[in-house]
């Protein structure tokens, strides 16, 4: 253990020791945190769906009825009809001929691009994306050629270069929102260019899905590109308010993935209440609420940012709900944070390794069911609290 205890000296010595917060009662726009009342501005329950009623009763119905677990891995006997709908139900949201789900969504990035490639073939990827797409390259063993962020001019440029001496299969992968910038990637140019040199994109979405487009579609219906993205990959456990994932694709795609992806096949199938839930939460997302939910989610956003980028701060380019603030080193970021928190504001700051050395940050997430005062207010506070730190 003294080998261990060392290490988290080193991290606290450098600002880097994490530690886990416990909250009370469900999750809201407030939240009991260790038995203080605080405004939440650190999650991903953007519209607001965790704790609704329509998803509560279906969940709670759907364990009366069918009970709490799946008992085996989606290949044994773990398939149920609630898998087989939610799956149906998914594959119409995406316009897709089929649709798989994974347990979460990072089994389903490591899973999807293990399954997919291997040795010989090449994997395109953005500088920032997710982290669960990074280790699904390396799981694949194909060649990962990383591209800077959102510069497709660069990558169109690497594949130009790749492409003389090319063998085996080429993909695109993408954020679709990035999960710490908050900016959206440029789905129209990645899609001409999986034209030009004839290969796959795939875009992760768990930030859009619910989210973005006029449908909640995701970022690829807000780009005007839903047709043109060959591998979806979104998750339940954000603005759909629960817990899974999944990806819309091509019916080649998803029988190869039930044959082969690892992540899909060694692992119990996600429980009938999970996915009762789900369906309840694309009959939200779908119908006239979810588009009041987006509008109102868009609307705080705006106000939010506004403020801030109006007293000078850097905003990283956010263009969504996840609004991110510059603050560059661990320490004051981590100074900040603490005392937000002091004041009832609860954000997380953001260090290495999620984010590159020097773009530490204060990453503050709005919900649909945020008021007005108090996002003002805090967004005051936390101007004059970098101000203050940095
Ligand atoms: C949260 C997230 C994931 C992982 O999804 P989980 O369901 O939480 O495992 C994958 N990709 C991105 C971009 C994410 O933000």
């Known amino acids: 253990m003294d080998d261990f205890r060392t290490r988290l000296r080193e991290l606290e010595g450098q600002g880097m020791l994490r530690s886990l917060r416990t909250i009370g009662g469900p999750q809201g726009p407030r939240v009991d945190l260790e038995g203080r009342e605080v405004l939440l501005l650190c999650s991903n329950n953007y519209l607001g769906l965790a704790n609704h009623p329509r998803l509560r009763e279906a969940s709670a119905e759907a364990s009366l009825a069918y009970g709490t677990g799946s008992g085996a891995s989606r290949l044994v006997s773990g398939t149920m009809e609630l898998h087989t709908r939610l799956e149906k139900r998914i594959a119409a949201f995406k316009a897709t001929e089929g649709a798989l789900l994974f347990n979460s969504g990072y089994a389903a990035n490591t899973g999807i691009l293990q399954g997919l490639l291997g040795p010989g073939d090449v994997i395109f990827s953005d500088a920032l994306n997710h982290a669960s797409i990074i280790d699904g390259c390396r799981l694949s063993g194909a060649r990962t050629v990383v591209y800077p962020h959102n510069d497709f001019a660069a990558l169109d440029d690497l594949m130009r ?226 101000a203050q730190n940095l």
């Open 161 to 386: 270069r790749a492409a003389p001496e090319r063998q085996g299969r080429w993909l695109i992968v993408t954020d679709g929102v990035f999960s710490m910038d908050g900016d959206l990637a440029p789905l129209p140019q990645l899609v001409a260019l999986k034209q030009r040199y004839d290969c796959l994109l795939m875009v992760d979405d768990a930030h859009g899905t619910g989210v973005l487009g006029e449908n909640g579609r995701g970022s690829a219906e807000e780009l005007g590109c839903l047709g043109e993205v060959d591998l979806h990959m979104g998750t339940l456990g954000k603005a759909l308010g629960g817990f899974g994932a999944f990806l819309a694709a091509p019916q080649p795609v998803i029988d190869l993935l039930v044959n082969r992806s690892r992540s899909f096949i060694f692992s119990t199938s996600l429980p009938p209440g999970v996915l009762a839930a789900a369906l309840a939460a694309f009959d939200l997302i779908e119908g006239e609420e979810g588009r009041r939910r987006r509008a109102q989610l868009k609307k705080l956003r705006h106000r939010f940012a506004e403020r801030m980028s109006a007293a000078g701060l850097d905003l990283c380019g956010s263009a969504t709900q996840i609004v991110p603030v510059l603050t560059r080193e661990p320490q004051p970021t981590m100074k900040a944070s603490e005392q937000l928190l002091a004041e009832g504001i609860f954000l997380q700051g953001i260090r290495p390794p999620t984010v590159p050395e020097g773009r530490c940050r204060l990453r503050a997430t709005i919900m649909a069911d945020h008021r007005d005062e108090e996002l003002d207010q805090a967004a005051e506070r936390i101007i004059a609290t970098v």
